[in-house]
């Protein structure tokens, strides 16, 4: 089925370790963003793609990194993961229905 | 800079009453508004834009620009209408968006 899709769905680090949140579309869309989900906090833009070959900080942007690897996938990296990275992380791409189409989400716990 | 406002966290309601979601918005420009839902277990999705100004599943939502807000109405409230609502911003050309923090409905029957 077309549209987002995001690897793990659930992951349990400890602090200190490294890992990448992989997500891919294939609805051919230019632009792709990383949320982060916290409860009260709403959802916030860590980084974003407006095109392959770019990327930009968003509001949240400390603790990441990000690779636009080609027009298909975006990727987050924690490179030293903190409990408060403890998130839900969302993948989205801009579509021209529906303005963000999200991914399923990537439940991440950093103990 | 782009601020978008949901003052509560959790609306309650009986099945039947009309539910009314308040998002308000700081934006110097002419923007774009947008409701989303998140149902349980299920992706955010779009429920409305105010350009198209049409009815989603009951709900309606006007955008006032004298009063910046997007409130999100629904005359007669459902059970399954119970999610996470975000209401959302987007500024002129191609500028991410910005959510509000999320109400939380909850429909009782």
């Known amino acids: 089925n077309a549209g987002v899709t995001q690897t793990p769905k659930f992951q349990v680090l400890k602090t200190g370790q490294s890992m990448t949140l992989q997500c891919a579309q294939d609805?051919?869309?230019?632009?792709m963003y990383w949320y982060r989900q916290d409860p009260g906090m709403g959802l916030r833009l860590i980084y974003y793609?407006?095109?392959?070959?770019?990327?930009d900080k968003g509001e949240v942007p400390n603790g990441y990194n990000v690779s636009r690897l080609n027009k298909r996938e975006f990727s987050l990296r924690l490179e030293s993961a903190a409990p408060s990275q403890t998130s839900v992380y969302f993948c989205?791409?801009?579509?021209?229905?529906?303005?963000?189409?999200f991914g399923s989400g990537t439940q991440l716990s950093v103990l | 800079a782009q601020r978008v406002t949901q003052p509560e966290k959790l609306l309650s309601v009986f099945k039947g009453a009309p539910v009314e979601l308040k998002c308000n918005y700081s934006?110097?420009?002419?923007?774009?508004l947008f409701w989303y839902v998140q149902y349980s277990r299920q992706r955010l999705q779009l429920l409305l834009r105010?350009?198209s100004r049409e009815s989603i599943k009951g709900f309606t939502a006007d955008l006032n620009k004298g009063e910046t807000s997007f409130h999100l109405k629904k005359p007669f409230a459902q059970e399954e209408d119970s999610a996470m609502y975000y209401c959302?911003?987007?500024?002129?050309?191609?500028?991410?968006?910005?959510f509000g923090k999320g109400t939380r409905l909850s429909v009782i029957a």
């Open positions: 989205a791409s801009d579509s021209p229905n529906e303005k963000l189409f």
């Open positions: 609805m051919n869309h230019n632009s």
């Open positions: 793609s407006a095109s392959e070959g770019t990327t």
């Open positions: 934006y110097s420009g002419s923007p774009e």
């Open positions: 105010h350009i």
């Open positions: 959302a911003l987007s500024g002129v050309g191609n500028t991410p968006l910005v």
